[in-house]
């Protein structure tokens, strides 16, 4: 399994990015997937999780009401629409796969991407 990330890039606070992850290779649709992210200096933190149907998510409440995870199983992609961003979202997003559901620890996830940019200027 192989996942890429795309999406990030410079935005001003209190706007919006949408970051896609494509995965490869068959058995998506049967993996939870998950976002995390690392800013310089900082340890990698969770930020969302969707189930393997996408019936179910979880956020870190510093992005709850702001962030929302979905998946397209068809298109073997999970997304993550980022609003209101702050500079404090500044990081390097990683997508990743578990089989856990709502699994918040990087520990739980045996795959990644290899993360995309995002830098909220103030």
């Known amino acids: 399994v192989q996942l890429q990330a795309f999406g990030g890039g410079l935005v001003q606070a209190g706007g919006s990015l949408r970051l896609s992850c494509a995965a490869s290779?068959?058995?998506?649709?049967?993996?939870?997937m998950g976002w995390f992210r690392q800013a310089p200096g900082q340890e990698r933190e969770f930020v969302a999780a969707?189930?393997?149907?996408?019936?179910?998510?979880y956020y870190a409440d510093s992005v709850k009401g702001r962030f929302t995870i979905s998946r397209d199983n068809a298109e073997n992609t999970v997304y993550l629409r980022m609003n209101s961003l702050k500079p404090e979202d500044t990081a390097v997003y990683y997508c990743?796969?578990?089989?856990?559901?709502?699994?918040?620890?990087?520990?739980?996830?045996?795959?990644w991407g290899q993360g995309t940019q995002v830098t909220v200027s103030s």
């Open positions: 990743a796969m578990s089989r856990m559901i709502g699994a918040t620890s990087q520990f739980s996830y045996g795959y």
């Open positions: 969707i189930t393997w149907s996408g019936s179910s998510t």
């Open positions: 290779g068959r058995d998506f649709s049967t993996y939870a």
